[in-house]
């Protein structure tokens, strides 16, 4: 029997009380759901797929057709919202209310994964207990980090990564040591967190170009201009470069210091031609000047359209241009 207070990611729940329900009575099928649901056969499917989320009308109609009791349809709403939290505060009040459901089996792991990605440091705390022999100092510690943190944040972020068994104290040293223990991304809303976790990196990135010299650090971005086929092709290759970077790290045998390598790939621009947009249209500012011409309309323009295909992407050293 399904039990929904197991789960913390609502398409995993619905997808196995489907196939729960249609292996006892066969009448009750993907269709059967649209009827009720009043919505084509096909969306169930692309819901559990993750392509739809559920409108507050389709959560209570899933919540009827899936859900026993008050109870169930409570915790099945709340859910859901924390799985479609756009941000990480929205994400983090809907866990609140799952995890203080008294039939909420996930309490203790999904409070403490999602509190990892609170705070940037818990990762640091974990690489410097490696090689720093910490028996307890927490504001020793604490300083060592840069920008430095608090002994209280120290100790809190000791406990969470042992509670996580991300790192464990060898009794035979007294020090600490990683092991194998990681943080689920299985849940969706997980993104909401993961994000800010990435913000909280970018924020102290932007401040390491004043707080360290250049041969301590390495800077640079570069912008450049290609296509779709290119664009998924440089994605995988930073991919290939992280899994590079830690077979390297993996094979280190003294780590000293705790380094940051921050890789961003995103678009500094709309597509040319632009797609099109449900609900409105967007004019294109080559088109309209092509249309002047053939019209023998005259105007002036902004020198925005011209382009020398010879241009090289430029790539600008962080060590070779501060202010």
């Known amino acids: 029997m399904i039990n929904i207070f197991e789960y913390l990611n609502y398409r995993e729940f619905l997808k196995d ?9 066969w009448r009750f099928s993907h269709r059967f759901i649209a009827e009720k649901a009043g919505f084509d056969s096909s969306m169930f499917n692309k819901i559990l797929q993750g392509k739809r989320n559920l409108t507050d009308r ?9 859900c026993s009791d008050d109870r169930e349809k409570s915790y099945f709403a709340n859910m859901v919202s924390f799985n479609q939290a756009k941000t990480h505060t929205e994400s983090r009040q809907f866990l609140e209310k799952l995890v203080a459901s008294k039939e909420c089996k996930v309490e203790n792991l999904a409070k403490d994964q999602f509190e990892y990605f609170d705070h940037w440091y818990h990762a640091v705390v974990r690489e410097l207990v490696t090689f720093y022999p ?4 927490d504001a020793a510690l604490g300083l060592m980090v840069r920008p430095p943190i608090s002994a209280s944040q120290v100790k809190s972020s000791i406990a969470l990564l042992e509670r996580l068994s991300m790192i464990k104290k060898n009794e035979q040293t007294g020090f600490y040591e990683q092991t194998q223990g990681l943080v689920s991304s299985g849940f969706e809303s997980y ?7 990435i913000q909280q990196n970018l924020d102290v990135a932007q401040t390491a170009m004043d707080r360290f010299e250049r041969d301590e650090r390495n ?42 390598l921050g890789m961003q790939l995103f678009p500094l621009s709309d597509p040319y031609p632009p797609p099109q947009r449900r609900g409105r249209k967007r004019r294109i500012r080559g088109a309209e000047m092509q249309n002047a011409s053939r019209e023998g309309a005259s105007c002036e323009i902004a020198d925005e359209s011209r382009a020398d295909k010879s241009f090289e992407p430029a790539e600008v050293q962080g060590g070779d241009h501060e202010n």
Request: charged residues 30%.
């Open 219 to 260: 800077l640079s971005t570069l912008a450049f201009g290609c296509d779709e086929a290119t664009y998924k092709e440089l994605v995988e290759m930073v991919r290939r470069f992280r899994r590079e970077v830690l077979a390297k790290v993996e094979s280190c045998q003294k780590p000293n210091r705790v380094f940051q």
């Open 58 to 66: 389709m959560v209570e109609v899933f919540a009827n057709i899936f």
């Open 191 to 197: 993104n909401t967190a993961v994000n800010a976790y």
């Open 17 to 25: 009380a489907y196939e729960e329900r249609h292996a006892s009575d």
């Open 134 to 137: 910490y028996v307890g100092d």
